[in-house]
């Protein structure tokens, strides 16, 4: 604790901590609230009141109510959380170690691989055997997204690249994947085209326990390893030789960064579609309430994420009476304009 005989320079660090360390219980309350607002609104009829009872006291209302309650809205609710949260989380690494406050899971090619190895198991039932039915969407897209990991790592080091080879390498991807994904539409039945379509818009109507579990046990894996990079991670932002300066390797650094982006896109991207704009716009949230120290702006950017898509998944709800809009609509709407205020801000500072 600071007193009177420390040096100013101690105190106004330690001021400093309370302060990133204030702003991320106030993101984790803005979670709580979003959370039961998303949880309180949908199509149906039921209020605040049943939706609490549903909870707390099931056996007071119809087994319909019950249903709606804890299979529908529920596992949605948490969902929204989770994927929110690994998007966000996996935008902020990817903006570190790229240096670059535009990237986000999507910018090199991660999310789209996802949506093409979902793609190939919805629309052409294509992957490996023996894999469970409810598995085999978020299999699909772990494996594409981790082959475009190794892909995009085999490239850099063929040419022995840094991050702004891997972006022109990621942009490549994205357009060869988004390619293969409109062929696999235009040769699917009407049938698969319909869900795949509805599914690329991003929705968490499918949400359910198990895809809630999958999601939750990726996070559980990345969390620790992201948690213990946080010092390098925070040194690279000082640019390649500065981290190296400090014994940081560098392009190992980068590789399994990539990997637990990977993952969280993957397991995001399979249970909630393609949605955009979360990992660009919950990290610059985040980097602008507690600034470039990993050891608050990743739980920052996880409560930020996960703060945004639960309240797009409460609009997404709110928006049409009676039906629930696309949940990547939603983000995309709210997304574009933060982009270009994104853009346009970080132009005026140059």
Known sequence: ?????????????????????????????????????????????????EVLRSLFDPEALPATQQFIVREVRLPAAIAALLVGASLSLAGAEMQTILNNPLASPFTLGVSAAATLGAALAIALGITL?????????????????????????????????????????????????????????????EQALQQLVFWSLGSLGGADWSGVRVLGVAMLLT?????????RMTALRMGDERARSFGVEVGRLRFAALLRVSLLAATSVALAGTIGFIGLVGPHLARLLVGDDHRFLLPASALAGALVLSLASTASKALVPGAVVPLGIVTSLIGVPAFLALVIGRRERL
Do not use: E
């Open 129 to 189: 055997p023996g894999v469970p039915p409810h598995w085999i969407v978020s299999a699909n897209a772990f494996l594409f997204a981790l082959a475009s990991v190794f892909l995009l790592q085999s490239l850099a080091r063929l040419r022995g690249s840094g991050a702004q080879d891997l972006v022109l390498f990621g942009i490549a991807l994205v357009f060869a994947f988004n390619a293969l994904v409109g062929l696999i539409q235009y040769i699917s039945s």
């Open 1 to 49: 604790m600071p007193t009177s005989t420390t040096p100013p320079d101690l105190r106004l660090y330690a001021a400093t901590l309370r302060k990133r360390l204030a702003l991320v219980v106030a993101l984790a309350l803005g979670v709580a609230l979003a959370f039961a607002l998303d949880l309180v609104t949908g199509p149906s009829s039921l209020g605040a009141s």
């Open 223 to 231: 969390l620790p390893f992201s948690w213990r990079a946080r010092w």
